[in-house]
C-alpha cells in the first residue's frame, strides 16, 4: 500500500446518542502527501446544549448560537475525508455522528483501540494521558493559545501526533507479533504498515515463538566480601540515600526501626513493631534486610498484604535501597498470576487458521495479548490492562498453575514468566510477595517460593485472616464445572487402545459428576435463606442436622465420593501413560495437566468430605451463586497454633510491621499489643515489641471533621447526603479527594451519584471495581488532573499519595465489620462461650485499627495538609461508648465536630489558612 492520505477528525456533540444528539464542533487534520490541510468549526445545535457539556468542553453558548449549523459545515468536513483514512480517539463515536459523511468503504484507525494493543500495560487510555505517557510532542493548533483537551482542535493535534508515534512503535514489533497481527486485523495493519513507511522491522521474535529451555541448577545469594556499615549510616544524613535521592531527610523514627530491625537479625528474635504514618517504616525494614541478607549471603522473604503496597516496595522504594548496594531482589505473585506461554501457544494454535471465523472482539483479544505476551517484563495479569471482556474470559485458561507445569522441563522454561521470576528469586537478598503465596507455601510446604529463614511481615494486621483463608478450604462449583468439563486432550500415547478407552471413560463420567454437582449447586441455592441475595449462609449444627434428615448432607457425601473415585480413575489412566512412556509423562504438559485434574478432583473431594460437618475449631458456609450455583468454604477459627507450628518455629528472625498493631485500651505496651500477638500465636519467650508514634506534627497538619447530623449509612436518604456533601467540597479542590466506603455496592451506588455531577465540573471519579484495578487506579489517581477516588477494602491501606495530590479523606462509616461474616460469627459465639465480650475483644479492636488505616491515607510527609471527615454520628465525642476509643488511637488531629455546615464551614476556614 502507498502512504495512505489520513484525516483524523474529533468531535465534540451534546450527548452519546448519533440519533438524537448533535455535534457542537469538529476539528480535521488531513495530511497527503507531507501536505497538511486543518479545519475548525464550531456548530449551531438545532437545540440547546445541556450544562455538563458546557462545563466539560467550556464552550460558549453565545459562541455557538452565532456559529453556522452542520449543513453548512458538512460539505467542508465531506471534502476533507474524501479518499482518506478515518482516524481519531474513539474513531467509531465519530463515525456514527458523521454518518454519510464518511465515504463508504473507509477504513478506520482508531487510536484507543490500537494503543490498548500497543501499549497493553498502561494505567490509562485518555487521550491526555497517552500523550503524557509516551511523551508526545503535540504540535499547536494555529490560533489555539493553548492545548485544552475536550476542545476538538486539541484532541485532534493529540490523536495526530498518536497515529504518527503508533505507526512507528508497532512497526518495531517482533516479526511473527506482525505476521499474526496482518492475519488477525487485516485492513487496519495494512494502513499501519503504510503509515510507519521506511521505520525500521525488527527481526526479533516473541517468546511465544521462540521457547528454550532453562539451563540445570540454578544460583543462591552470595555474600558481599566488602565493608557494610549499619543501617543507621545508610538512612542518615551522611548516608548514600540522602546523596542520591533528591529531597531526602533523615528520620529519627525510621533509624529506630532499623536498628529494632538490625537486633532481631543478630538475636534471632521475632519483633513486632508499630510504625506510625511517617515513620518511612518501608525504608526501616528494607534497608537492614538489605545488608543483612547481602552481608550473610541469606534470602529474606518481605511478604504484604495489599498489591498496592507491594507495587510501592518494587518500584519505589527497593530500588531506592538497591541503587547503592549490590543487592539482587525478586518480585513474586502467585502462579495464577502469570501468563502460560505453553498454555498460549496451545491456545493460539487452536485460534490460528481461523482468524477471521472469531469475532471481531475475539481478534482484538488476542491482538493485545500477542503483543502482551512479545513485550510484558514480568508477564503477570497487573500488566495487562484488560478493558476488552475477550481478555478478561481468555486468561483463566492461559494463566499458570502449580500441577499442569513441567518446571525446568518445559519447552517453554526458559522464556517462561513464572519460571524467570522464580530464578530470579533463587538468587536474590530480597524476595517480595503477598500474604497469599506465603501463606499458600507454608500451608503446603513447597512450591511458589525458595527457601528462607528471616522474614519481614508488613501490613501484619492482616495474618490472621489471610491465615485462615489460606489454610481452609474453597470450592466454587462453577469452577469445580469447568475443572470437570476439561477437554483432557492428549497427542502421546491417545491412539493407545487402552489409554484411549481410559480418557473416553474419563470424559463420561465426569459428565455424570457435572450433573450430580449441578444438582447439589441447586439444592443449596434451594436452601438458602430467601430475600437475602447472594450472602454467605453459615452451615451451624442446627443446619447440618436438618441436612441430615432432608439429605442434603447425604448429596454432599456423595459428590465427595465420586470425585474421588474420578481421581482414582484419572490415576489409573496415568499409571497406564506412565507404564508406556515412563517419567517422560512428566515432560508432557497435556499429561501433567491430565495430573493436575486428577489432584484437584481429589483436593476438592478431601475438603468436601469435612466440609459442613459440625467442628469446634473450624466453620463452614456457602454462598448460592444464580439458581444452581454455589461457592462452599470451611476455615478454621483460630489459626495462632498453624502459624507458630508451620512459621514462627521454622524461622529464625521476623518482623511484623504496620502503622496500627496495637488495639485501644492497652495500659501498657504488652497490653496494647497482646490482641496481635494472641491472634498470631506469636511465641511470647523468643518476642520484642516497639511502638514508634507518628513524627508529624499532626494537630497543625490535619483536620478531622465528624458530621454528627448524617443518616445512617443504611438508612434512606444516605447516598444522596453523601453525594450532596461531596459536590460541595470537592469541586472547590479541584479534586484531590479520596472517598473510603465499607462496601463494594456502596461505591458503585455512589458513583454512579457523583459521576455526573462530577464529571459536568470537569472533574473524574474513579471508583474501585467500575475503572480498573486499585493500583491503576492509585497511579491514575496519583498524577493529578481533578480526580476523585473511591474506594472499600484495601484502598483503606496501602494508597500513598503524597503532596497536593491528596487533600481530602471521606470516610463514609466507621469501618465496623459488616454482619452476616461466618467465620466472625462463629469467632464471637467462641468469645461468648468463654464468657468474654466479642465486641471488646474483637470487634472494637479491629473496627479502631481499620480507622486509624484510613485516616492514615491523608498524611504521608511533613509537608503534607489536609482534612479528614467522617460521615457517621457515632464518632461524636459524646455521641457511643466507644468513639473516644477511636479518637484517642489518632495522632492528635484537630477536632470538629457538628452539623454538616458547620464542619463544612471549618473546612472552608483550615484551606483558606493554607490547608491545601
Not at 543501617?231 to 551522611?238: M, R, V
Not at 494463566?399 to 538468587?427: L, T, V, W
Not at 485434574?597 to 460437618?613: I, S, V
Request: hydrophobic share 45%.
Amino acid at each position: 500500500m502507498e502512504h495512505p492520505v489520513v484525516a483524523v477528525v474529533d468531535l465534540e456533540t451534546t450527548g452519546l446518542d448519533p440519533g438524537r444528539d448533535a455535534i457542537i464542533q469538529v476539528a480535521v487534520i488531513r495530511r497527503e502527501q507531507g501536505a497538511v490541510r486543518r479545519f475548525a468549526s464550531l456548530v449551531r445545535p438545532p437545540a440547546g446544549v445541556p450544562e455538563v457539556v458546557l462545563r466539560l468542553t467550556g464552550l460558549n453558548p453565545d459562541a455557538l448560537a452565532a456559529a453556522p449549523p452542520w449543513p453548512v459545515v458538512q460539505p467542508q468536513v465531506a471534502a476533507l475525508l474524501e479518499g482518506a483514512v478515518l482516524a481519531g480517539h474513539q474513531a467509531g463515536f465519530d463515525r456514527a455522528f458523521l454518518g454519510e459523511t464518511v465515504p463508504a468503504g473507509s477504513p478506520v484507525l482508531d487510536t484507543l483501540l490500537w494503543s490498548r494493543i500497543a501499549w497493553p500495560g498502561l494505567a490509562s487510555y485518555r487521550l491526555e494521558n497517552l500523550v503524557e505517557a509516551r511523551g508526545l510532542t503535540v504540535e499547536p493548533w494555529p490560533g489555539l493559545p493553548r492545548a485544552d483537551y475536550h476542545d476538538a482542535r486539541t484532541d485532534a493535534a493529540a490523536a495526530w501526533a498518536l497515529v504518527e508515534d503508533l505507526a512507528q512503535d508497532l512497526a518495531g514489533l517482533p516479526v511473527d507479533v506482525r505476521q499474526d497481527l496482518e492475519r488477525l486485523l487485516p485492513e487496519e495493519w495494512g494502513v499501519w504498515q503504510a503509515l510507519a513507511g521506511d521505520a525500521p522491522r525488527s527481526a526479533a521474535r516473541s517468546p511465544l515463538r521462540a521457547p528454550w529451555r532453562e539451563e540445570a541448577g540454578g544460583s543462591e545469594p552470595e555474600a558481599y566480601d566488602g565493608p557494610l556499615p549499619g543501617a543507621g549510616w545508610w538512612l542518615g544524613a551522611e548516608g548514600p540515600l540522602a546523596a542520591s535521592w533528591p529531597g531526602y531527610e533523615p528520620r529519627p523514627a525510621q533509624a529506630a526501626l532499623a536498628r529494632a530491625v538490625e537486633a532481631a537479625w543478630e538475636q534471632d528474635r521475632l519483633l513486632v513493631a508499630e510504625a506510625g504514618t511517617g515513620t518511612g517504616k518501608s525504608l526501616g525494614y528494607l534497608v537492614p534486610a538489605a545488608l543483612a541478607g547481602l552481608g550473610r549471603g541469606e534470602r529474606v522473604l518481605v511478604t504484604t498484604h495489599t498489591v498496592a503496597l507491594q507495587d510501592q516496595l518494587w518500584q519505589k522504594d527497593l530500588p531506592a535501597v538497591t541503587g547503592r548496594l549490590p543487592v539482587r531482589t525478586a518480585l513474586l505473585k502467585g502462579r495464577g498470576r502469570y501468563l502460560c506461554l505453553w498454555k498460549a501457544e496451545e491456545a493460539w494454535g487452536r485460534a490460528a487458521g481461523q482468524e477471521l471465523a472469531l469475532s471481531l472482539p475475539e481478534r482484538q483479544a488476542w491482538a493485545q495479548l500477542l503483543v502482551f505476551m512479545a513485550r510484558a517484563e514480568a508477564g503477570d495479569a497487573d500488566e495487562l490492562h484488560a478493558v476488552n471482556g475477550e481478555v478478561r474470559r481468555l486468561w483463566p485458561a492461559l494463566q499458570a498453575d502449580r500441577e499442569a507445569c513441567a518446571g525446568p522441563r518445559c519447552p517453554f522454561s526458559g522464556p517462561c514468566f513464572m519460571r524467570r521470576a522464580y530464578r530470579q528469586a533463587q538468587a536474590a537478598h530480597v524476595v517480595v510477595t503477598n500474604h497469599a503465596l506465603f501463606l499458600a507455601h507454608a500451608a503446603l510446604g513447597e512450591g511458589g517460593l525458595p527457601p528462607y529463614r528471616r522474614l519481614v511481615v508488613d501490613e501484619a494486621h492482616h495474618l490472621e485472616d489471610a491465615a485462615a483463608q489460606a489454610f481452609g478450604f474453597r470450592l466454587d462449583l462453577a469452577e469445580l464445572d469447568r475443572v470437570l468439563g476439561t477437554r483432557l486432550a492428549v497427542r502421546r500415547g491417545a491412539q493407545v487402545a487402552e489409554v484411549a478407552a481410559g480418557l473416553e471413560n474419563l470424559r463420561g463420567r465426569a459428565r455424570a459428576v457435572r450433573e450430580e454437582a449441578g444438582r447439589l449447586g441447586a439444592r443449596l441455592a434451594a436452601a438458602a435463606p430467601a430475600g437475602e441475595g447472594p450472602r454467605p449462609v453459615r452451615v451451624d449444627a442446627a443446619r447440618w442436622t436438618a441436612w441430615e434428615a432432608d439429605g442434603t448432607a447425604a448429596a454432599v457425601g456423595s459428590l465427595a465420593a465420586s470425585l474421588q473415585a474420578l481421581a482414582g480413575a484419572a490415576g489409573d489412566v496415568l499409571e497406564v501413560a506412565r507404564g508406556l512412556f515412563g517419567e517422560g509423562v512428566r515432560e508432557d504438559p497435556a499429561w501433567l495437566a491430565v495430573l493436575s485434574w486428577q489432584r484437584d478432583l481429589a483436593a476438592a473431594a478431601q475438603g468436601l468430605g469435612e466440609w459442613g460437618r459440625p467442628h469446634p475449631a473450624w466453620v463452614s458456609w456457602w454462598t448460592p451463586v444464580g439458581e444452581a450455583g454455589a461457592v462452599l468454604e470451611r476455615r478454621p477459627l483460630v489459626v495462632a497454633g498453624l502459624l507458630r507450628r508451620l512459621i514462627w518455629d521454622r524461622v529464625r528472625s521476623a518482623v511484623l510491621t504496620s502503622a496500627t498493631l496495637r488495639a485501644p485500651r492497652g495500659r501498657t505496651e504488652a497490653e496494647a499489643f497482646a490482641f496481635i500477638t494472641r491472634v498470631l500465636g506469636l511465641p511470647p519467650e523468643r518476642l520484642d515489641t516497639l511502638a514508634i508514634p507518628t513524627p508529624f506534627d499532626v494537630p497543625r497538619q490535619a483536620l478531622l471533621g465528624v458530621v454528627e447530623d448524617f443518616p445512617g449509612v443504611d438508612e434512606p436518604g444516605y447516598l444522596d447526603r453523601a453525594a450532596g456533601f461531596l459536590e460541595t467540597v470537592v469541586p472547590p479542590l479541584g479534586g484531590r479527594t479520596l472517598v473510603l466506603a465499607t462496601s463494594h455496592r456502596t461505591v458503585r451506588a455512589l458513583a454512579g451519584l457523583l459521576r455526573p455531577r462530577l464529571e459536568a465540573r470537569g472533574l473524574r471519579v474513579l471508583a474501585q471495581g467500575l475503572d480498573g484495578p486499585p493500583g491503576r487506579l492509585v497511579r491514575a489517581f496519583r498524577q493529578g488532573g481533578g480526580s476523585i477516588l473511591m474506594g472499600a477494602s484495601s484502598f483503606w491501606e496501602g494508597v500513598d499519595v503524597p503532596g497536593p495530590a491528596l487533600a481530602l479523606v471521606v470516610i463514609l462509616r466507621l469501618p465496623f465489620a459488616s454482619p452476616g461474616d461466618p467465620l466472625r460469627e462463629a469467632r464471637d459465639e467462641r468469645l461468648r462461650q468463654e464468657g468474654r465480650s466479642p465486641f471488646r475483644e474483637r470487634a472494637l479492636p479491629e473496627a479502631v485499627i481499620r480507622f486509624q488505616q484510613g485516616f492514615g491515607r491523608l498524611l504521608r510527609t511533613p509537608a503534607d495538609r489536609g482534612a479528614v471527615v467522617v460521615l457517621d454520628g457515632r464518632l461524636g465525642p459524646a455521641a457511643t461508648r466507644y468513639s473516644r476509643e477511636f479518637l484517642r488511637a489518632l495522632p492528635g488531629p484537630r477536632l470538629v465536630s457538628g452539623p454538616e455546615s458547620e464542619v463544612v464551614a471549618a473546612l472552608r476556614a483550615f484551606w483558606a489558612q493554607g490547608g491545601d
